[in-house]
């Protein structure tokens, strides 16, 4: 179901996707055990803002949805549905709001062909890092864009896990601010991409 | 004994310092366990070849030199001082060459203030993490300069360990090649440069 890319294909057509992370210059997706990304500069949190608005769909597990989830469920809106990856959905029955928030289980390829299929086109993966693992293992994530903040912290979480050995091609470079870089990478393909 | 910005005095005036790096765009400074950095580029190797030449003496772990140490012992020279930073000086007397070579234990600021007071004046900090922790926490790093392969491998060793919260400043940006970034950061300053 996958094609070149990593674009899934529904009946009604492909949806693109793109992870999207903000971390420190030392590779902390989190300052230290702190949820969330309070350490992100306001550049690029207007960035964050603006590129969202270019998706009609985004994924993101349960940690990342509880670390921002008062956010979430004060903008929830049909025009960019959000899902949360879950090995229980079922705790999550109460907050299920079709086609704005919905919480699903399972490989991050049957969620993805099933947001084709509903007509989505383009997806943001915004993380743990479990799903950006799993995304990356998969084939499901062709690019990745980061934000590199000018800050260290020795000890957070990571965005990936596992052993993992993929190759990028470094698309576009955009400086948000004097201090804070955004890297667009897309993955390489195998024939010499 | 530290003045603004990092540089320590000796007798015969300051040494100024640098930590140089290479990582892949997850942050691992090795791939996964393997020690060494054989994932760096061919524009990094040219560019740190080239970097090091304007630098009078460099500083390691034993893990750094023990992953390097053919090649180090091949090119001993006085023009570039080699200091290994080990906690056990006395297993590698046999290799101690005076001005070339040199295994030291005990506080980093002590061994650049003794380089600082033998006339050198550049020193290169080159990992691994035990000593780029310790240089950060001494405030004895005010420059980092990181190159980002556009590779990730999910597990490796980490530039920083402890729970750091160090701000920088992205002083130079340049692009080694189309696909490798180097990235000049300096300490940002207490009085908010």
């Keep these: 179901m996958t094609s070149a890319g990593g674009a899934v294909a529904g009946p009604k057509g492909g949806i693109s996707t793109v992870g999207i992370v903000v ?22 949190r207007a960035y964050f803002d603006e590129v969202l608005d270019t998706f009609d769909c985004t994924l993101f597990g349960a940690g990342t ?9 004060g903008t929830l809106s049909r025009r960019r549905m959000r899902v ?14 079709g086609e704005m928030l919905e919480f699903r289980s399972g490989k991050v390829e049957g969620i993805l062909a099933d947001l084709a299929a509903r007509g989505r ?16 293992q998969s084939g499901l994530m062709p690019e990745l864009w980061v ?8 000890s957070g979480r990571r ?20 201090d804070t870089l955004l890297l667009e990478y897309r993955l390489r393909g195998e024939a010499g991409q």
Tied chains: 1, 2.
């Design 65 to 73: 949805f509880e670390a921002r989830r008062a956010a979430i469920l």
């Design 23 to 44: 971390m420190s210059l030392d590779g902390c997706l989190t300052h230290h055990q702190e949820e969330g990304v309070g350490f992100a500069s306001e550049a690029d």
């Design 147 to 154: 934000t590199i903040e000018p800050v260290v912290f020795g």
């Design 84 to 97: 949360v990856w879950t090995r229980t959905p079922s705790r999550y029955l109460d907050l299920e709001r």
């Design 159 to 178: 965005m990936f896990s596992d052993c993992l050995d993929t190759s990028f091609r470094l698309q576009r470079l955009r400086r948000l601010s004097e």
């Design 121 to 136: 086109r383009r997806c943001a993966i915004l993380g743990g890092t479990a799903l950006f693992t799993a995304c990356l």
